[in-house]
């Protein structure tokens, strides 16, 4: 079992930055490729970004590249969005996510572990 709990939203000005964490529990985080998620008022679910256990591969959507890096502590169990650039139709809550094994998924029906979310607002 993995809890994640989010931290780092917040509201900001289009162009600005913010950088969301994921702490997860357990002893096992670098056997789970860890992902990044969000949804929007009334959209679904939408894959953001997603790493490998050993950091090595990543993932991101068309939307959020040159604009997102997503990295990982092992040693702290905490998976990063760094979010650059950002823009009005980021808006949105962001969902972190684990799956254990090595494939870098995009589906979100491929994670197991959800955190609670965090809102992340962008004003024009």
């Known amino acids: 079992q993995v809890q994640l709990v989010e931290s780092g939203g917040g509201l900001v000005q289009a162009g600005g930055s913010l950088r969301l964490s994921c702490a997860a529990s357990?002893?096992?985080?670098?056997?789970?490729?860890m992902g990044w998620f969000r949804q929007a008022p009334g959209k679904e679910r939408a894959f953001v970004s997603a790493i490998s256990g050993g950091g090595g591969r990543t993932s991101y959507a068309d939307s959020v590249k040159g604009r997102f890096t997503i990295s990982r502590d092992n040693a702290k169990n905490t998976v990063f969005l760094q979010m650059n650039s950002l823009k009005p139709e980021d808006t949105a809550v962001y969902y972190c996510a684990a799956r254990q094994g090595t494939f870098v998924a995009v589906e979100s029906r491929s994670y197991d572990y959800w955190g609670q979310g965090t809102q992340v607002t962008v004003s024009s």
């Open positions: 357990g002893r096992t985080f670098s056997s789970y490729v």
